[in-house]
């Protein structure tokens, strides 16, 4: 699967970002999607995710702020980032699971300044 990310852009604390991936197949047919992020230094991690029945799951520190759906019109798996903490900064990367093999995207940067 071919993905690609967009949306990533610079905002103060409190902003709004949503966040984009594309990908070369159907978003419904993906066993699950996930968006990572990776701090300056630090390891990549889950961010959320969405399985292909529609059940989510949030890292504890984003539940509330963060919102991740799939668009049929765009064939997108969207991450709707809201009240942005200087925390959130980091590359943001998609991440496709199938049965017997994962792609990633290449990332798209999120700044969030105090």
């Known amino acids: 699967v071919q993905l690609q990310a967009s949306g990533g852009g610079s905002v103060q604390a409190g902003g709004s970002l949503t966040l984009s991936c594309a990908a070369s197949?159907?978003?419904?047919?993906?066993?699950?999607m996930e968006w990572h992020r990776q701090a300056p230094g630090k390891e990549r991690e889950l961010v959320a995710s969405?399985?292909?029945?529609?059940?989510?799951s949030y890292r504890e520190s984003v539940k509330g702020r963060f919102t991740i759906a799939r668009d049929a019109a765009k064939n997108t798996v969207d991450l709707q980032m809201n009240n942005l903490k200087p925390e959130d900064t980091g590359v943001y990367y998609c991440?496709?699971?199938?049965?017997?093999?994962?792609?990633w995207g290449q990332g798209t940067l999120v700044t969030v300044s105090s």
């Open positions: 969405i399985g292909i029945g529609g059940d989510t």
């Open positions: 197949r159907s978003v419904f047919n993906i066993n699950v």
């Open positions: 991440h496709s699971v199938l049965i017997g093999r994962n792609d």
